[in-house]
C-alpha cells in the first residue's frame, strides 16, 4: 500500500506526464456534475456523499474511526470480511482497522503533501474519443457560430489568398481590401449542416479576419469588424437553406478588430474594445435610449472605456478579446490582462474593481487563456455567479516568442464569485499548461478545456508544443480532484482553432492556422482544413442506457420569460430521479479561444413524475428565468441530463 500511495504521488505530481497519469487508476471513477450535491461515481451514478475525499478516502476513514469506539466493547458488533467481530475479539478487529486506517493514511499524507505544495490531483481516466468528419472544408474554420437550424456558420479572412473552395459554376465573389475591388472565386466562409455532415460555400466581401459576433433573439448571426476595409463592417446571416452574406458598409461607429460582443437584456449587442480601441458601441444603434452615457469628441456615439487603455501592455497589448460575461444584476463583468471591473454600460460607470488575479499574468490576446462563467443554479435560494479563467502565458512571453524564445504557457485557472461582498481569486493547478485553449460549458455543468499549445503565446509561428488532450474540469468536486485528462487528438490545433458544443453533446473542432496564408508544407503547423468531432466521456458506449431522450416538447418551441415549461423524457436504464437535472445552454460565437455569450443555467432539478400507461415516461417542470439579465432573449439548446449524462437538446427559443 505504501508503494502504491509512492506510486500516486509520482504520477500526480508530474503533470506534463500523461501517460504516466493515466497509469493511475485511484481517481478514475469520481465525477461530479449539476445534478448532484456530493462526489458521484461516473460509471454508477452512485452519490459518495459530501465529505469524500479527493480519492474517496475520508468516508472511509471516518467509518473506521466509528467502528473502532469503545461502545464496542458492550456487545457492539461489526461485519468484517463477512464475519462478525463481537466484544471478544475487538483487539483483532481494532487491528485490522488500524492497520486499514494506517494504510490509508499514508495516502491521505502524500495528497496533503502535494496539495501544500501547490501540486492538484488530477483525474487519470483516459476518457473520451475522437472521430474525424471531414478530410477538408477548404477553409480553416478560424470563427464558430451554432445556429438554431443546426447549421454552423464558419469563416477564416478574405486576405488569406484563395482557398481550397471554389464557387459552383464558376462563380465568384466581389471583395474590397480598402484599395482596390477584385474577384475571388473560392470561398473563405462555409455553412456546415450537422446532420448530414456537409458544407456549402458563403460569399463574404470584406476581411471578417479576427472580428466577433454574435446570435440575435430571432436568431439571426449578425458579426461585426474585421481586418482593413471589413473593420467597420456589420455582416447579417438568417439562419435558411439558401441564405448567403449580407453586408451593411461602416456599420460601426470605429474600427473592431480583436473585438467582444455580448448580447444584453434588450436583444442587442454590445461591440468591446478592438486593437487600440478603447471604447464600446452597440448594435444596433441606441438611437431610442436615453442612457447618460459620455460621448467622446473623436468618435461620436463610441463611449469611452477607459479601462481598456489601463490595462494594455505597449507592443504587447494582452488585453484584446476581453473576456465579458452579463451579471445577473444587468451590469458587464469585464476582464482584461489581469484583472477584471463591474461596469454599468448604461451610466458609463464602474460600479467595482476586483483585485488583480494572483501572480499578475496576462490572460487575454496574445497571451491567449480563455474564460467561462460558471452555470448558474437557478434552484437554489441564493443565486451566486462564478467566473473561471483559466490558461495564457507569463509576463514578457509574447516579446520573447517574437524574438524565438518559446516560454512554457501558465498551468493555472482562477476562480472568482462576483456576488460576494468580498472577491477574491482561488488559483487551481492544471494538469497541463495551456495557451490558446478553449473553454466550453457542457450540459451537465462540466468544463471542457480543449486546443491550444504549451509554449509561447498566440501569434504569428509563435507557439510550440501542441496539447492534443482534451481536460474535463469537474466544478463541483473538491479541489484537488477537479481535472480529468481525456483522450488526445492527433491533429495539432493551435492559432486560430476553433471548438463548440452541438446539440447531440458533441465538440465539433477545427482550424488552426498560425501563418498569413494556406501554407501546407514547409511549416511546423500546416493550415489545417479539417472537422472533427471530440466525443465526451458522457457519451461513452457504457452511458447509452442511462441517456435521457426528450419526448415533448418538440425542438423549436417557444417560451416567456418566467412560463413553466414540463419536459417528458424516457430512460431506457432505471432512473433516479434524485439525479435529473435540466439545463439551458446559450451557444455562443467562438473564435481566439473565447466562447462570446456562452450561458449555461440549471433551471430544473429532481421534482420527478412517473406515468406508466400507455409507457413508461417521466416528467419534470422546469421554470424559464424571469429576467434578461440572467437569460436574455434567443435561443437556447435545453438538455435533460441524468447521473451526469445529458439528453440530445432541444431548441428552445426565449421571447
Not at 276 to 286: A, I, L, M, N, V
Given at each position: 500500500m505504501t508503494q502504491n500511495a509512492l506510486n500516486i504521488a509520482k504520477n500526480t505530481q508530474d503533470n506534463s506526464k500523461v501517460n504516466s497519469m493515466k497509469s493511475s487508476h485511484e481517481l478514475t471513477n469520481n465525477v461530479n456534475c449539476i445534478c448532484n450535491t456530493g462526489q458521484v461515481d461516473r460509471r454508477t451514478g452512485a452519490n459518495l456523499g459530501s465529505s469524500q475525499g479527493v480519492d474517496g478516502r475520508f468516508e472511509s476513514i471516518k467509518i473506521g474511526l466509528d467502528l473502532v469506539s469503545p461502545d464496542m466493547g458492550r456487545g457492539q458488533g461489526v461485519v468484517l470480511g463477512g464475519e462478525s467481530v463481537m466484544g471478544n475479539s475487538l483487539i483483532a478487529a481494532k487491528t485490522v482497522l488500524l492497520k486499514d486506517m494506517i494504510e490509508q493514511m499514508v495516502v491521505l499524507f502524500f495528497c496533503h503533501a502535494l496539495l501544500f505544495a501547490g501540486m492538484s490531483f488530477t483525474q487519470a481516466a483516459a476518457a473520451g474519443h475522437w472521430k474525424l468528419l471531414q478530410g477538408t472544408i477548404g477553409i480553416s474554420a478560424m470563427h464558430m457560430q451554432l445556429l438554431h437550424n443546426d447549421r454552423v456558420i464558419m469563416f477564416d479572412g478574405t486576405g488569406f489568398g484563395p482557398s481550397n473552395l471554389s464557387f459552383p459554376g464558376a462563380r465568384c465573389a466581389r471583395t474590397y481590401n480598402g484599395r482596390r475591388i477584385s474577384f475571388d472565386c473560392t470561398a473563405h466562409s462555409v455553412e456546415y449542416d450537422v446532420a448530414t455532415n456537409t458544407f456549402r460555400p458563403l460569399a463574404v466581401q470584406t476581411d471578417m479576419w479576427c472580428s466577433s459576433g454574435g446570435a440575435m433573439r430571432?436568431?439571426?448571426?449578425?458579426?461585426?469588424?474585421?481586418f482593413k476595409a471589413g473593420d467597420r463592417t456589420v455582416r447579417i446571416f438568417k439562419p435558411c437553406t439558401s441564405c448567403d452574406w449580407e453586408e451593411i458598409p461602416m456599420g460601426l461607429l470605429t474600427r473592431r478588430w480583436y473585438a467582444t460582443n455580448h448580447i444584453l437584456p434588450d436583444g442587442s449587442q454590445i461591440i468591446i474594445g478592438g486593437r487600440k480601441r478603447f471604447s464600446y458601441e452597440f448594435f444596433p444603434k441606441p438611437a431610442a435610449f436615453n442612457w447618460p452615457l459620455a460621448k467622446t469628441n473623436s468618435v461620436p456615439e463610441a463611449y469611452r472605456l477607459p479601462f481598456l487603455m489601463q490595462t494594455n501592455d505597449g507592443?504587447?497589448?494582452?488585453?484584446?478579446?476581453?473576456?465579458?460575461?452579463?451579471?445577473?444584476?444587468?451590469?458587464?463583468?469585464?476582464?482584461?490582462?489581469?484583472?477584471?471591473?463591474?461596469?454599468?454600460?448604461?451610466?458609463n460607470k464602474v460600479l467595482k474593481t476586483f483585485p488583480k488575479i494572483p501572480g499578475g499574468d496576462p490572460r487575454n490576446y496574445p497571451s491567449t487563456g480563455s474564460a467561462v462563467i460558471l452555470p448558474l443554479n437557478l434552484q437554489g435560494k441564493l443565486l451566486e455567479v462564478e467566473v473561471m479563467v483559466c490558461g495564457g502565458a507569463p509576463k514578457g512571453a509574447h516579446i520573447k516568442a517574437r524574438n524565438g524564445v518559446f516560454v512554457?504557457?501558465?498551468?493555472?485557472?482562477?476562480?472568482?464569485?462576483?456576488?460576494s461582498p468580498n472577491p477574491k481569486w482561488v488559483l487551481e493547478i492544471m494538469p497541463l499548461s495551456r495557451v490558446m485553449g478553449d473553454m466550453l460549458l457542457l450540459p451537465n455543468g462540466n468544463v471542457l478545456l480543449i486546443n491550444g499549445g504549451s509554449f509561447g503565446t498566440a501569434g504569428w509561428e509563435l507557439a510550440r508544443n501542441p496539447v492534443l488532450n482534451p481536460v474535463l474540469y469537474l466544478p463541483n468536486n473538491l479541489p484537488g480532484s477537479r481535472f480529468e485528462v481525456n483522450d488526445p487528438s492527433t491533429t495539432p490545433r493551435m492559432y486560430h482553432s476553433t471548438a463548440i458544443l452541438l446539440r447531440d453533446g458533441r465538440i465539433l473542432v477545427g482550424g488552426s492556422n498560425p501563418h498569413p496564408g494556406y501554407n501546407f508544407s514547409g511549416f511546423l503547423f500546416p493550415t489545417e482544413l479539417s472537422l472533427e468531432a471530440f466525443h465526451p466521456p458522457y457519451l461513452d458506449p457504457e452511458f447509452a442506457a442511462l441517456r435521457p431522450t426528450i419526448i415533448e416538447p418538440r425542438s423549436q418551441i417557444m417560451v416567456f420569460h418566467g412560463q413553466r415549461l414540463k419536459v417528458e423524457f424516457t430512460v431506457i436504464d432505471e432512473m433516479d430521479p434524485t439525479k435529473i437535472s435540466v439545463t439551458m445552454l446559450a451557444p455562443p460565437f467562438n473564435t481566439h479561444s473565447f466562447s462570446m455569450n456562452q450561458r449555461l443555467l440549471v433551471v430544473g432539478r429532481g421534482n420527478v413524475t412517473t406515468t406508466i400507461w400507455p409507457e413508461l415516461m417521466y416528467e419534470v417542470e422546469v421554470n424559464i428565468p424571469v429576467s434578461g439579465n440572467i437569460a436574455p432573449s434567443g435561443f437556447y439548446i435545453l438538455f435533460v441530463v441524468h447521473q451526469c449524462v445529458p439528453s440530445e437538446g432541444i431548441w428552445v427559443q426565449i421571447l
Amino acid at each position: 500500500m505504501t508503494q502504491n500511495a509512492l506510486n500516486i504521488a509520482k504520477n500526480t505530481q508530474d503533470n506534463s506526464k500523461v501517460n504516466s497519469m493515466k497509469s493511475s487508476h485511484e481517481l478514475t471513477n469520481n465525477v461530479n456534475c449539476i445534478c448532484n450535491t456530493g462526489q458521484v461515481d461516473r460509471r454508477t451514478g452512485a452519490n459518495l456523499g459530501s465529505s469524500q475525499g479527493v480519492d474517496g478516502r475520508f468516508e472511509s476513514i471516518k467509518i473506521g474511526l466509528d467502528l473502532v469506539s469503545p461502545d464496542m466493547g458492550r456487545g457492539q458488533g461489526v461485519v468484517l470480511g463477512g464475519e462478525s467481530v463481537m466484544g471478544n475479539s475487538l483487539i483483532a478487529a481494532k487491528t485490522v482497522l488500524l492497520k486499514d486506517m494506517i494504510e490509508q493514511m499514508v495516502v491521505l499524507f502524500f495528497c496533503h503533501a502535494l496539495l501544500f505544495a501547490g501540486m492538484s490531483f488530477t483525474q487519470a481516466a483516459a476518457a473520451g474519443h475522437w472521430k474525424l468528419l471531414q478530410g477538408t472544408i477548404g477553409i480553416s474554420a478560424m470563427h464558430m457560430q451554432l445556429l438554431h437550424n443546426d447549421r454552423v456558420i464558419m469563416f477564416d479572412g478574405t486576405g488569406f489568398g484563395p482557398s481550397n473552395l471554389s464557387f459552383p459554376g464558376a462563380r465568384c465573389a466581389r471583395t474590397y481590401n480598402g484599395r482596390r475591388i477584385s474577384f475571388d472565386c473560392t470561398a473563405h466562409s462555409v455553412e456546415y449542416d450537422v446532420a448530414t455532415n456537409t458544407f456549402r460555400p458563403l460569399a463574404v466581401q470584406t476581411d471578417m479576419w479576427c472580428s466577433s459576433g454574435g446570435a440575435m433573439r430571432d436568431g439571426t448571426l449578425v458579426q461585426t469588424g474585421g481586418f482593413k476595409a471589413g473593420d467597420r463592417t456589420v455582416r447579417i446571416f438568417k439562419p435558411c437553406t439558401s441564405c448567403d452574406w449580407e453586408e451593411i458598409p461602416m456599420g460601426l461607429l470605429t474600427r473592431r478588430w480583436y473585438a467582444t460582443n455580448h448580447i444584453l437584456p434588450d436583444g442587442s449587442q454590445i461591440i468591446i474594445g478592438g486593437r487600440k480601441r478603447f471604447s464600446y458601441e452597440f448594435f444596433p444603434k441606441p438611437a431610442a435610449f436615453n442612457w447618460p452615457l459620455a460621448k467622446t469628441n473623436s468618435v461620436p456615439e463610441a463611449y469611452r472605456l477607459p479601462f481598456l487603455m489601463q490595462t494594455n501592455d505597449g507592443h504587447a497589448e494582452n488585453n484584446l478579446y476581453p473576456f465579458v460575461f452579463l451579471h445577473i444584476d444587468g451590469s458587464l463583468f469585464i476582464f482584461a490582462n489581469n484583472r477584471a471591473i463591474l461596469f454599468d454600460y448604461t451610466k458609463n460607470k464602474v460600479l467595482k474593481t476586483f483585485p488583480k488575479i494572483p501572480g499578475g499574468d496576462p490572460r487575454n490576446y496574445p497571451s491567449t487563456g480563455s474564460a467561462v462563467i460558471l452555470p448558474l443554479n437557478l434552484q437554489g435560494k441564493l443565486l451566486e455567479v462564478e467566473v473561471m479563467v483559466c490558461g495564457g502565458a507569463p509576463k514578457g512571453a509574447h516579446i520573447k516568442a517574437r524574438n524565438g524564445v518559446f516560454v512554457e504557457a501558465l498551468n493555472t485557472c482562477a476562480r472568482i464569485k462576483i456576488t460576494s461582498p468580498n472577491p477574491k481569486w482561488v488559483l487551481e493547478i492544471m494538469p497541463l499548461s495551456r495557451v490558446m485553449g478553449d473553454m466550453l460549458l457542457l450540459p451537465n455543468g462540466n468544463v471542457l478545456l480543449i486546443n491550444g499549445g504549451s509554449f509561447g503565446t498566440a501569434g504569428w509561428e509563435l507557439a510550440r508544443n501542441p496539447v492534443l488532450n482534451p481536460v474535463l474540469y469537474l466544478p463541483n468536486n473538491l479541489p484537488g480532484s477537479r481535472f480529468e485528462v481525456n483522450d488526445p487528438s492527433t491533429t495539432p490545433r493551435m492559432y486560430h482553432s476553433t471548438a463548440i458544443l452541438l446539440r447531440d453533446g458533441r465538440i465539433l473542432v477545427g482550424g488552426s492556422n498560425p501563418h498569413p496564408g494556406y501554407n501546407f508544407s514547409g511549416f511546423l503547423f500546416p493550415t489545417e482544413l479539417s472537422l472533427e468531432a471530440f466525443h465526451p466521456p458522457y457519451l461513452d458506449p457504457e452511458f447509452a442506457a442511462l441517456r435521457p431522450t426528450i419526448i415533448e416538447p418538440r425542438s423549436q418551441i417557444m417560451v416567456f420569460h418566467g412560463q413553466r415549461l414540463k419536459v417528458e423524457f424516457t430512460v431506457i436504464d432505471e432512473m433516479d430521479p434524485t439525479k435529473i437535472s435540466v439545463t439551458m445552454l446559450a451557444p455562443p460565437f467562438n473564435t481566439h479561444s473565447f466562447s462570446m455569450n456562452q450561458r449555461l443555467l440549471v433551471v430544473g432539478r429532481g421534482n420527478v413524475t412517473t406515468t406508466i400507461w400507455p409507457e413508461l415516461m417521466y416528467e419534470v417542470e422546469v421554470n424559464i428565468p424571469v429576467s434578461g439579465n440572467i437569460a436574455p432573449s434567443g435561443f437556447y439548446i435545453l438538455f435533460v441530463v441524468h447521473q451526469c449524462v445529458p439528453s440530445e437538446g432541444i431548441w428552445v427559443q426565449i421571447l
